[in-house]
């Protein structure tokens, strides 16, 4: 155990750049928003104030309206495409103009809970709750319009699952025309057939030129864009950060910001209803451009466990885990076996990812299923063992895939072991 997490260490000391953390080398050069917050935990382990200035970083290209930007290219590289002259965001600091699920709150309420120097954890935490605060209510503001109390993704990177099968019906109404000529660099890094392919990348430039076109201005793309998803597990990651945030506040005194978020989470736990499938005995993605439930298990539907989703959902989320761990050797897979998209090797269509695992772990524990939890960890731990710190997993055969030498696969680790 020692060694593994000495090695997870290594890791993380190759990727940080001083006050950030790039989550891979070549592939991912600059700082991702929510692999940086989930690193945090990892980094806390041996240097807490290292910890903060993670998050720190990032909330200091926070956009004047709330938003925090998925990426934020602090140097200049080229083995990234789409670049800062692509985005073109005129930023400071170049940034992307989307953002990314919102683990801040979630991470930044762990790292005061765990901290050995109190005195300093009360210190960056007070700093960092009103900019959190702000992207919860951005959140709302931009991602809900019409206050239905769940946000929605307009970009397939904004979730984190770039590739998900999730995304493909609604992808159809993503027209290409217009799309600038561009070279990919991400297949100069990965094996081309464990990543997005051509049509969808065609879809997210199409996406990225558009929003670009409109200014960035966020108060116009939500309604401007084709493709607007409300993914249940991008909700509870926001309702959980949410929740966790008015906690946080509430220890520190904050009271007005403990009563936005804890509004903010309860109205978005039952909305989520709405979500719900007992057919697959899991949430759904809503596609709110046609106002139609998504046919699709992928595991955007499992981590509402995250949150606090009602006892019995969470039962029946548990249960279909199980069947799903007889049939895939390790779990949790992005997406389900049964399904004939499924993938085993490509990116969001099938893989495990460890970041997602520990999540869903996480609120099982919390919850009181301990074996699943258990059995989700000894999964994450034994792929670690056999295949080191890959971007993710083939589910079946536990062949690492993507990225190597993975920051937040490395973090997850520490966490998993400690
Ligand atoms: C990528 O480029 O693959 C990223 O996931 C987008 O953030």
């Not at 592939?27 to 104030?49: I, K, M, R, V």
């Not at 493709?227 to 991008?234: N, R």
Request: charged share 25%; proline share 6%; with cysteine.
């Amino acid at each position: 155990v020692n060694e593994t997490i000495a090695r997870a260490v290594e890791v993380l000391r190759e990727n940080d750049h001083g006050d950030y953390t790039i989550p891979t080398k070549g592939l991912y050069p600059f700082q991702w928003n929510w692999d940086s917050c989930l690193t945090a935990l990892g980094l806390a382990h041996y240097d807490e104030a290292r910890a903060w200035t993670e998050i720190e970083t990032l909330f200091a290209h926070q956009w004047p309206d709330g938003m925090v930007p998925h990426i934020v290219f602090h140097v200049l590289n080229d083995s990234y495409f789409p670049g800062p002259e692509i985005w073109r965001t005129n930023r400071p600091t170049a940034t992307s103009g989307i953002t990314q699920p919102a683990v801040a709150g979630f991470a930044v309420r762990r790292l005061f809970d765990r901290a050995k120097d109190k005195e300093l954890a009360a210190e960056r935490a007070r700093a960092l709750l009103p900019k959190i605060d702000a992207w919860h209510r951005w959140f709302y503001e931009n991602r809900d319009p019409r206050g239905e109390g769940l946000v929605a993704i307009i970009h397939p990177w904004e979730s984190g699952r770039d590739n998900s099968i999730d995304w493909d019906d609604a992808f159809e109404r993503v027209p290409t025309e217009g799309v600038e000529a561009y070279t990919r660099r991400d297949t100069l890094h990965a094996d081309p057939a464990h990543r997005p392919t051509k049509a969808q990348y065609d879809r997210y430039l199409w996406l990225l030129q558009h929003f670009r076109a409109l200014g960035w201005d966020n108060a116009k793309l939500h309604d401007a864009s084709p493709f607007q998803i409300v993914d249940p597990g991008f909700n509870a990651i926001l309702i959980r950060s949410a929740a966790d945030l008015a906690d946080l506040a509430e220890t520190l005194g904050e009271m007005e910001i403990a009563k936005a978020n804890r509004a903010r989470a309860e109205k978005g736990l039952l909305a989520m209803e709405r979500l719900w499938s007992d057919a697959h005995g899991q949430y759904l993605c809503l596609d709110r451009v046609i106002g139609k439930l998504v046919d699709s298990a992928s595991v955007g539907g499992i981590l509402p466990v995250f949150s606090a989703i009602p006892k019995p959902r969470i039962a029946a989320i548990a249960a279909t885990i199980e069947r799903i761990a007889g049939k895939a050797r390790y779990i949790v897979p992005s997406h389900d076996l049964d399904d004939p998209r499924f993938d085993a090797k490509r990116y969001w269509r099938g893989p495990v990812w460890l970041v997602v695992n520990y999540m869903i772990a996480d609120g099982l524990a919390a919850s009181g299923h301990t074996q699943v939890a258990q059995r989700i960890t000894r999964s994450s731990v034994d792929l670690i063992a056999e295949s080191g710190f890959a971007e993710y997993y083939d589910p079946l055969s536990g062949e690492p895939l993507g990225g190597g030498r993975f920051t937040w696969t490395a973090a997850m680790v520490i966490e998993f072991l400690k």
